[in-house]
Nanobody
Framework: QVQLVESGGGLVTTGESLRLSCAASGSGFSIGDMGWFRQAPGNQRESIASITHGGSASYVDSVKGRFTISRDNAKNTVYLQMTSLRPEDTAVYYC?????????????????WGQGTLVTVSS
């Protein structure tokens, strides 16, 4: 049983920075891709960043150049460094990990989600 615990959200002013963390815990599991989604009030949930086990990152256009995703495989943790924050970045941010349990009999990854952390950017 893999659990993801997020931290780092909060209230900031336009132009400031935040760093989100998401740590996976459990025993015997393997993790492939990890990443971040966000959902703002009235908006659809959107994927904003992903990173492979080997460290190859992808971003949605709206955060390119401002957000950086990284991971520490030894700590089973993914990070999202957010800079130059804007009010339109206000959302609940959810991390995910694509996991294989210890008893996996196929290569079908199961996506596990964090609980969400609220980021509010005031103008």
């Amino acid at each position: 049983q893999v659990q993801l615990v997020e931290s780092g959200g909060g209230l900031v002013t336009t132009g400031e920075s935040l760093r989100l963390s998401c740590a996976a815990s459990g025993s015997g599991f393997s993790i492939g891709d990890m990443g971040w989604f966000r959902q703002a009030p009235g908006n659809q949930r959107e994927s904003i960043a992903s990173i492979t086990h080997g460290g190859s990152a992808s971003y949605v256009d709206s955060v390119k150049g401002r957000f950086t995703i990284s991971r520490d495989n030894a700590k089973n943790t993914v990070y999202l460094q957010m800079t130059s924050l804007r009010p339109e970045d206000t959302a609940v941010y959810y991390c995910y990990a694509d996991t294989l349990p210890p008893d996996a009999t196929s290569w079908e990854f199961l996506r596990v989600w964090g609980q969400g952390t609220l980021v509010t950017v005031s103008s």
